[in-house]
T-cell receptor
Framework: NAGVTQTPKFQVLKTGQSMTLQCAQD?????MYWYRQDPGMGLRLIYY???????DKGEVPNGYNVSRLNKREFSLRLESAAPSQTSVYFC????????????FGSGTRLTVV | GIQVEQSPPDLILQEGANSTLRCNFSDSVNNLQWFHQNPWGQLINLFYIPSGTKQNGRLSATTVATERYSLLYISSSQTTDSGVYFCAVIIQGAQKLVFGQGTRLTINP
C-alpha cells in the first residue's frame, strides 16, 4: 500500500518552461488536493478535486491548471513557470472532502530559475 | 476567511519534557487535523479530531469545538518528535482544509 505517490521529487525549470506534476493514490479516496509550501509558512491550497470529474480553485490557483484524470490520479500543470512558483508542492487525498483525515505525498521540490 | 492561529510559534525542550501546543480557530469547523512535518519534509497525519479527545501512544489531542480551540499534548518528548506541527481545519459548509502557520518543536538530547 503506497498511499500517495508524487513524481518527480525534484525539478529545476527555467522561467517560461512548462511541466506537469503527477500524483496518484491507491486508497480509493474520492478527494484529492494540491498544496504549495513556501519557506517558514503553512500549506496553501492551489486546487482540489472533491470527487472524480470535478475540480475547484483553492487559495492560490493563478499560474496553475489541474486534471483529475481518473479516481486515482490528479495532475498539476505549470504552463509558463515563474520564479514565484519556486516551492515545495504536496499532493494529498482523503476519503471525502469534509469528514476524514488527509494523507499527503512526500512532496516535489521545484526551483524556477 | 477562517483564521487558524497556532501557539507558540517555536518551542525548544529537553528530551523527556512534556509539551502542549495550541490551535485557535475563528469559525465553526467540522474537520480538524493535526500533522507533524519531520525535518525531511514529510507530513504525517497525527489526528483527525473535530471534537473530543484522542490518544495515540505519547501523543494526545483535545478539541473543544464550542470554544474554538484544540490542544496537542506530547509527553516524554524524544528527539524524533522534532519538526513542525500543523493544525488544519475545514469550516462548516466548506471543502477546503486551511492550515495554521505551525509550531516548530525542537527536542534536544
Amino acid at each position: 500500500n503506497a498511499g500517495v505517490t508524487q513524481t518527480p521529487k525534484f525539478q529545476v525549470l527555467k522561467t517560461g518552461q512548462s511541466m506537469t506534476l503527477q500524483c496518484a493514490q491507491d486508497m480509493n479516496h474520492n478527494s484529492m488536493y494540491w498544496y504549495r509550501q513556501d519557506p517558514g509558512m503553512g500549506l496553501r491550497l492551489i486546487y482540489y478535486s472533491a470527487s472524480e470529474g470535478t475540480t475547484d480553485k483553492g487559495e492560490v490557483p493563478n499560474g496553475y491548471n489541474v486534471s483529475r484524470l481518473n479516481k486515482r490520479e490528479f495532475s498539476l500543470r505549470l504552463e509558463s513557470a515563474a520564479p514565484s512558483q519556486t516551492s515545495v508542492y504536496f499532493c494529498a487525498s482523503s476519503r471525502t472532502a469534509t469528514n476524514y483525515g488527509y494523507t499527503f505525498g512526500s512532496g516535489t521540490r521545484l526551483t524556477v530559475v | 476567511g477562517i483564521q487558524v492561529e497556532q501557539s507558540p510559534p517555536d518551542l525548544i525542550l529537553q528530551e523527556g519534557a512534556n509539551s502542549t501546543l495550541r490551535c485557535n480557530f475563528s469559525d465553526s469547523v467540522n474537520n480538524l487535523q493535526w500533522f507533524h512535518q519531520n525535518p525531511w519534509g514529510q507530513l504525517i497525519n497525527l489526528f483527525y479530531i473535530p471534537s473530543g479527545t484522542k490518544q495515540n501512544g505519547r501523543l494526545s489531542a483535545t478539541t473543544v469545538a464550542t470554544e474554538r480551540y484544540s490542544l496537542l499534548y506530547i509527553s516524554s518528548s524524544q528527539t524524533t518528535d522534532s519538526g513542525v506541527y500543523f493544525c488544519a481545519v475545514i469550516i462548516q459548509g466548506a471543502q477546503k482544509l486551511v492550515f495554521g502557520q505551525g509550531t516548530r518543536l525542537t527536542i534536544n538530547p
